[in-house]
């Protein structure tokens, strides 16, 4: 079949495509930027569109003769009329699904029982989604489903790192609540499932895996697998938001996100019927235990924080062909080295192996930028040593890489403005020239009082850490060829 993906730079949606392209299906990606797909293993495999679900005439060449579609596209923080903009893009997509002739949607949402009054704002909002997403009359398979296990998953990674990282913790209301875990592989093949179980279209099918529990016993069970002690103190005080706020501070979780995730746990979010297992009897849902083995053993294709908007909203890319309304910074090292271990060593930067230079300094910026809800330190890197558009690395983002002489990072901390720090690795006679520049764009008079304040600390770490690349760089070229992967 001709298939259209959207969301496909997101957790679920990365992974989806190379399953129906392993299907044998021709798959279509929509994306706002398709540079972000960049790197991506199947990415000269697909048809790259780019279009936004918010700007309708963007939508209709995407849908053209395309016979089913997957819309994987929802707010995870709660900004001022997230609710609106999310009905608005789903009434688009189904209307432009109408008239391009799709015969399928498929949606993915969360499940909460519609009736419960105590039913979250954010998943009733993933509701109401659903809804809009079948105003135009294409018929759509909404599955719902509540946390979903897999190594990258946001869920996953916040019971990750509480348990990890706390052999005491308190254990608020909502982590007694009954929830139905799934495991990424089993929400990965319902989707693709329902391309071929018709009888499933203009039906609302709740998926969870074989296991009821709570968030208490995932936690639990997880410390049983890793071979830790931990002992969970309840505190009745802790409400949702309060309860983002300590995730926020334990996990990498920004509290904007975490709060609608954790106010989701208000309520129980089990599967209440058993139509999944009429629709899809070939598909036997895997228990936690075998869920979470799978979590801890694979790498992550995908991670959430893939999707993950910056603090300063869904920027798009930007090419810095004008210096105007810039602040620039550039330094220039000679390095003998090749190019390709100059670009080694600069996109290595980040996650464990840190920043090479200062990283006291680095953390001291991350814990402040957690301080006012930014992302922080905390989300690391997909792999220690390859970079693709659009991965974060630790409060950046890869706006772009092209090996090997580029990488450009785009701030997502909170800065009043907008930063970007880009390193270059450009082939001279016997050696190669490192060219590191700092970018910003100060909005008014508060982004330009941050960058002259902090202009003589940026100088000094930016300096060094330019130093510290030259060095790494050079001593690996000393090393020689046969050295695989920069260490720790």
Known sequence: MRILVTGATGYVGGRLVPRLLAAGHQVRVLARDPARLAGRPWE???ALVRGD???PATLGPALQG???????IHSMDERPGFHERDLAAARAFGGAARSAGVGRLIYLGGLG????SDLSHHLRSRHQTGKALAEAGVPVTEFRAAVVVGSGSLSFEIVRHLVERLPVMVAPRWVYRRIQPIAIDDVLAYLVAALTARESAGRVVEIGGADVLTYRDMMLGYARRRGLRRLLVPVPFLSPRLSSHWVHWMTPVPWGIARPLIEGLR??????????RRLFPAIAPLRYAEALERALELDPETRWTDALASSQGSAPAVLLTSEEGFIRERRQLRVPAPAEVVFRVFTGLGGRRGWLFADWAWELRGLADRLVGGVGLRRGR?????LRQGDAVDFWRVERVDPPALLRLRAEMKVPGRAWLQFEARPVAEGTWLVQTAFFEPRGLAGLAYWYLLYPVHALIFSGLARRIAARARDLAAEGPAVPALGA
């Open 44 to 46: 000269a495999r697909v």
């Open 53 to 55: 679900v918010l700007d």
């Open 66 to 72: 395309v016979e089913a579609a997957y819309y994987l």
């Open 267 to 276: 309520s129980e979010v089990v599967v209440r019927d058993d139509l999944a």
């Open 382 to 386: 997909r792999d220690p040593n390859a």
């Open 113 to 116: 029982d519609d009736g419960a």
